[in-house]
């Protein structure tokens, strides 16, 4: 089943191309922003002064090493303490979802994240940066918000 879903996500990088996945703003911020699966959330973030207050905005596609990138992140950033989570949802993955799952519970024995609805939610990341994502970083739960202006309203109060 896991070389299907392979072949399938390679077809899709293929059929589909994403053209952005991030955008870098101020080393310095202590905040970053996800917008899951809204690219137009991205868009509209990457030419906004916002970038000078917050250190990074990305989407987040997957449950799985989209998830281990932002673990990775936030381990070799850690001046990053909020990760504002907004935009839609991405379908039958849920990756935000499992961020948050994550985020209370952790992963089990085979590195699956507990209580997590997501397909695949297999991590490779160390349980070491996991622990440190979740005893350092806050998630704001803004999860289908994409009313632009309502996000930046929040992003104000971190």
């Known amino acids: 089943m896991n070389v299907l879903a392979e072949i399938i996500g390679e077809i899709c990088k293929a059929v589909l191309p994403i053209s952005e996945e991030y955008v870098k703003g101020n080393p310095n911020s202590s905040i970053a922003i996800c917008t899951l699966s809204s690219i137009d959330l991205l868009k509209r973030f990457s030419t906004h002064k916002i970038l000078n207050d917050v250190s990074i905005v990305g989407r987040l596609l997957s449950e799985n090493k989209g998830i281990d990138s932002i673990i990775e992140y936030v381990n070799n950033n850690q001046k990053i303490n909020s990760i ?22 952790g992963i089990d024995k085979n590195n699956r994240i507990i209580n997590s609805l997501s397909p695949h939610p297999y991590l490779t990341v160390s349980e070491f940066k996991i622990k ?26 971190y």
């Open 132 to 157: 440190y994502f979740q005893n350092n970083v806050n998630l704001v739960n803004l999860i289908n918000e994409t009313n632009y202006e309502r996000i930046l309203s929040k992003i104000k109060f």
């Open 84 to 105: 504002i989570v907004c935009g839609k949802e991405v379908f039958g993955h849920k990756s935000g979802h499992s961020l948050f799952q994550l985020h209370k519970h």
